[in-house]
Every structure is written in structure tokens, then in C-alpha cells.
């Protein structure tokens, strides 16, 4: 019985925010697998990421600091934001070397049509300074954007994705984004 509630609570909750809309599959994002997942910020978020492709049923890999040539042999990339010092840190990267790593990464993915999905999986614990410049240089980069409601309750995301026309789902808490993660890959 709790299934069935659960199942008819995300249904209704992908249906209010516009995921579920009767559009023709090819209305969703081109996404394809394998998927790479790759840190933007070197936050602990990444591995979320790499477990939710897994509960999703998707072909992931996890390079946390991808570089051009770990795109080979990918379909999709996928951009997991959130800034970390502890992270930088750990990578042997300062904030100037990373954000030159993604933008050089998210050139590549353009060169090979690789198409972008952005995750902002840490919510407004995760926001902050650092992680705002990676959102306003990168998302507009994505063929859609994923985030934890809370990471945008200043309207960050919608903003961009409006101006941009790319497709945003929020999700009440990280482990909900395994639906939306799943439908994205569907066609394919």
C-alpha cells in the first residue's frame, strides 16, 4: 500500500511540475548513454549523482575531474555543481583551475555534441559564492537542469533556464531526482 502511495505521490508531483506532459518523446532532452559524471566544484555531491544514475538503471561512470579526453566513448555528460575547498583541495585545484577544467570539459562536450545535464543535488547548504559562479557560467551550457528546490529559492535557476529555454525539474530532496533522471533516459 505504501508503494502504491508513494508511486501515486511522484506521479502527481511530476505532473504539477510540468515533467509529465503528454508531449512526444522527442520534446525530452537527447539524453543517451553511457553517461559521464563529472564534479563541477569537486563537492561530495558527485558521488549522489553516480548513486542515483545506478538507482535509475543508467550506464554511469564517475570521473570527478573529467577532462577532454574522458569523453571518449560517452553520450552524455552530466555536470554536478557544487563548490568545496575540502574538495578543491583534496584534487590538488584551486577555484581558477577548476572552473578553467569545466569550461575546457564543457567545450569539448559542445565539439562531439555531447549533450550537458546539470545537477545541483546539495540544495541551499550547497549554494554559496564559489558554487553561484559555476551556475551562472555553466548552466546556460545544458540541455537541461536538474536541482533540489531548496538550491533555488532565489529563482537562480529558473532564471537562466527561462532566458535560455532549457528544461528545469526541481525535487523536493536528492533521492527524488531517480524518476526524473530515469525518464530523461527512456527513449533510449
Same mark, same amino acid.
Do not use: Y
Given at each position: ?21 503528454? @508531449?512526444? +518523446?522527442? /520534446? ?7 553517461? !559521464?559524471?563529472?564534479? &563541477? #566544484?569537486? *563537492? ?19 570521473? @570527478?575531474? +573529467?577532462? /577532454? ?7 552524455? !555528460?552530466?555536470?554536478? &555543481? #557544487?563548490? *568545496? ?37 546539495? #540544495? ?65
Amino acid at each position: 500500500m505504501k508503494n502504491i502511495i508513494h508511486t501515486a505521490l511522484l506521479v502527481l508531483f511530476l505532473l504539477s511540475s510540468g515533467w509529465i506532459s503528454g @508531449k512526444p +518523446a522527442e /520534446k525530452l532532452p537527447p539524453f543517451r548513454q553511457p553517461l !559521464l559524471i563529472s564534479s &563541477a #566544484g569537486q *563537492s561530495a555531491e558527485v558521488q549522489s549523482a553516480l548513486i542515483l544514475a545506478k538507482r535509475a538503471g543508467l550506464k554511469a561512470s564517475l570521473i @570527478k575531474s +573529467a577532462v /577532454k579526453k574522458d569523453l571518449n566513448g560517452f553520450e552524455t !555528460l552530466a555536470l554536478v &555543481a #557544487g563548490a *568545496s575547498m575540502k574538495g578543491l583541495g583534496a584534487a590538488g585545484l584551486d577555484i581558477t583551475d577548476e572552473k578553467e577544467r569545466v569550461r575546457r570539459l564543457v567545450d569539448a562536450a559542445g565539439k562531439k555534441e555531447v549533450p550537458i545535464l546539470f545537477l545541483h543535488l546539495g #540544495g541551499e547548504a550547497r549554494r554559496g559564492t564559489l558554487t553561484d559562479d559555476f551556475i551562472k557560467e555553466f548552466v546556460s551550457c545544458a540541455a537541461f537542469v536538474l536541482v533540489v528546490k531548496s538550491g533555488n529559492k532565489d529563482g537562480i535557476f529558473t532564471e537562466i533556464c527561462r532566458k535560455k529555454n532549457i528544461p528545469l525539474v526541481e525535487v523536493e530532496r536528492t533521492v527524488d531526482a531517480v524518476a526524473p533522471l530515469k525518464q530523461c533516459f527512456s527513449g533510449n
